[in-house]
């Protein structure tokens, strides 16, 4: 017994002893903050009149197609945001076909519309109608 009583008073100094060192653990670290992940949406000649629900930091592309008729091109305009307070728009152009495209990052809250035109531009020895036709979406950021 007398070996037993040794060893456990040894042991037991050397557990005190190992837990009066240990650091201590380390504060809890404020949550990292890591921006929302964004999504796209993409319109297309097929969304005009929609109205689409978004949140803050997601992007909209629109890609707008030129529509092609025996002897006319109907061509679009760059479509744009009316309230860029709400939608900043990042890219913008129109090709030589007739296409149009634009991206946007919804970067505030509230309603904004976006707008673009299309028109027709005849084959040599034709006429168009001087007709534009409006395309639009509405957009609501939360």
């Known amino acids: 017994m007398k070996t037993v009583r040794i060893l456990t008073v040894p042991v037991a100094a050397g557990l005190a002893l190992s ?7 380390a504060a809890t670290a404020a949550p990292e903050h890591r921006p929302a992940v964004s999504s796209t949406l993409l319109l297309t000649n097929a969304d005009d009149n929609r109205t689409v629900n978004i ?5 909209i592309r629109v890609h707008l197609d030129a529509i092609r008729g ?29 296409d149009a495209e634009a991206s946007f990052r ?37």
């Open 19 to 25: 837990a009066a060192t240990a650091p201590a653990p």
């Open 55 to 59: 949140d803050t930091n997601d992007v």
């Open 70 to 98: 025996e002897h006319e091109t109907w061509v679009w305009d760059v479509p744009a945001a009316a309230s860029p307070e709400v939608l900043s728009q990042s890219s913008g152009s129109t090709s030589p076909t007739g």
């Open 106 to 142: 919804a970067v505030g809250k509230g309603t904004t519309e976006i707008t673009a035109h299309r028109r027709c531009v005849a084959n040599p020895g034709y006429v168009c109608p001087q007709t534009v036709i409006p395309w639009k979406v509405a957009s609501a950021i939360h």
